[in-house]
């Protein structure tokens, strides 16, 4: 009988959140109250008969807003039940002193929820009693992922499995005789679906209910969008079984389980939110070296060898370049707690990093190689961005990681400058390259270690348009080899000795003095490509 579950009460509503993340402020009694529905608080419209039992959400509005306490008396002559809002810290006696009188409910949501995860719990848990999916108490709606794959292969007669977003399989049935084929078997031993289901996922992820895939194997499958409003949580696959073929109510209950999942999986990623955002804030401290000697066990690799693994974020106006991060963020995340379940990521300006464990079995860069290649990959298909990736040195405990991450954003710092020519690299690739740029870098930088006759001609060559310090620069770099240098610079031999005279005389160089050179070479090949760069990102 699906009337016991038509309403929610806001009991049940405070249950699905966390301790802490949601508190009635008003006297608890009206805990009680069924609430049907939920809507966004609008304080420009008049409330209604729609609005009646609804728990209204107040966004972006103050406990201390007059207009809220004026509108009070007419929320409650309409029927609403309760306000959400978030006081962040602010006095809120005033409201609850009316809202009280009024009859109505104050919940307060806690500040690092966002509002489009209290939308689409809301909308989850309300659908799931809609659908009178029986349960001892909302908080518990659902029940284990596992148990509902089990549930719904035994009504389909099928293999089933539940992903997420990154295809990352979450839960998958496990009844006895239940025939699979290599795709399902290699996704589940990888806890990662296949490349080969990228278009059928695509293809799901914009489709309003089942549909059917029959080109991936000899077996079908039917698959299914998990939802919370617009929000995609993950989906669920059934596999039609050998000689059989699915009934006409398959569908209908794989829109149910789907309905059923939405609940579990908006829980799941609010626990796994909080999880790896505590995580994030070690590491952030980790690299910083700001952890004592005996950093927190929570990170579960306080020894074994690891590695920090940073990806660059390009700039982008369109999403904004904080949702990119967040995207990149999840799916660096996703990526990494696949291959190394102890793995922690964390954002810092255009960079995602990643602290990696690394087995002992395996050669130092090859876990972070795999899961570089992978997120790249992943990142330009999915978020249409292209990554930068950088390996740390593999370091062998929590005290030494602040080393991994320099040696990481020096290479980042080399893929940069683009002579490099790929976008994943360990220290170990390029670290005589990132000695010359940190060398090239306290030479420019550092007044004491100038020299000031290369910024005269640099100076002179804008002045008077003219190719000094390139010449100069091929010169070194041909070793002094006039023939040489003149070949690449594309002029005759003649030319190029008048330059390095002219040169000498007008800036006072000794080309003889060993020292000499090198100190202008490394300064001018750091200046050069500087203003390389600046041209070509002016362009």
Same mark, same amino acid.
């Given at each position: ?158 293999? *089933? ?7 990352? *399989? ?39 209910? *089942? ?307 090198? *100190? ?20």
């Amino acid at each position: 009988m699906t009337e016991e579950y038509a309403q929610l009460s806001l009991k049940g509503i405070l249950a699905l959140f966390e301790p802490y993340e949601a508190r009635l402020l008003t006297p608890e009694p009206q805990a009680d109250v069924q609430v049907p529905a939920h809507a966004v608080l609008d304080l420009t419209e008049q409330a209604g008969p729609l609005h009646r039992g609804a728990l209204l959400i107040a966004v972006g509005i103050s406990p201390a807003d007059t207009a809220l306490l004026d509108a009070l008396p007419a929320l409650a002559d309409a029927g609403v039940a309760a306000i959400a809002l978030k006081t962040r810290g602010s006095r809120a006696e005033p409201l609850v002193e009316t809202a009280t009188a009024a009859g109505v409910a104050v919940v307060d949501i806690a500040e690092e929820i966002p509002w489009r995860h209290v939308d689409a719990l809301l909308g989850a848990a309300m659908g799931e009693v809609r659908h009178g999916t029986p349960s001892s108490s909302p908080a518990d709606a659902v029940g284990d992922l596992a148990a509902l794959a089990d549930a719904v292969a035994a009504r389909v007669g099928g293999a *089933v499995t539940i992903e997420d977003p990154q295809r990352r *399989v979450l839960a998958y049935s496990n009844l006895p005789g239940q025939p699979i084929d290599d795709l399902r078997r290699e996704a589940i031993l990888r806890r990662q679906a296949s490349d080969d289901f990228l278009q059928a996922w695509r293809r799901v992820q914009v489709t309003q209910g *089942v549909i059917r895939i029959d080109d991936l194997s000899p077996l079908p499958r039917l698959a299914v969008a998990v939802r919370a409003g617009t929000d995609l949580l993950g989906s669920i696959w059934a596999l039609q079984s050998p000689g059989t073929r699915f009934s006409p109510e398959t569908e209908r209950v794989l829109c149910g389980a789907a309905q059923s999942a939405a609940l579990q999986l908006l829980r799941l990623r609010r626990a796994t939110h909080r999880e790896r955002q505590a995580r994030g804030e070690l590491l952030r401290a980790l690299m910083a070296g700001e952890l004592d000697s005996s950093p927190p066990a929570r990170l579960g690799i306080e020894r074994g060898r690891m590695t920090v693994l940073p990806f660059w974020l390009p700039s982008s106006p369109d999403p904004p370049a904080d949702v990119v991060g967040l995207q990149a963020a999840d799916l660096v995340a996703a990526c990494a707690e696949t291959m190394a379940p102890r793995s922690s990521c964390v954002v810092e300006g255009d960079v995602v990093y990643a602290l990696l464990p690394l087995p002992d079995e395996l050669p130092e860069a090859h876990g972070a190689v795999a899961l570089a290649r992978t997120v790249l990959g992943r990142a330009e298909a999915s978020l249409r961005i292209r990554l930068r990736a950088g390996i740390g040195s593999a370091v062998a405990h929590l005290t030494e990681v602040p080393r991994s991450r320099q040696d990481a954003d020096r290479v980042l710092s080399v893929l940069a400058t683009g002579h490099h020519g790929c976008r994943i690299a360990s220290i170990e690739d390029v670290r005589c390259q990132a000695i010359l740029l940190e060398l090239g870098d306290n030479a420019v930088h550092d007044p004491r270690l100038r020299l000031g006759s290369v910024a005269a001609i640099l100076r002179h060559d804008t002045e008077k348009q003219a190719e000094y310090a390139k010449s100069l620069l091929t010169y070194l770099e041909a070793f002094g080899d006039i023939a040489v240098a003149a070949d690449r610079l594309h002029v005759h031999q003649n030319t190029l000795r008048y330059r390095l005279r002219r040169i000498t005389e007008l800036f006072g160089l000794n080309l003889s003095d060993a020292d000499e050179r090198l *100190v202008l070479w490394l300064q001018l090949r750091h200046l050069c490509r500087a203003r390389h760069q600046k041209k070509r990102h002016a362009c």
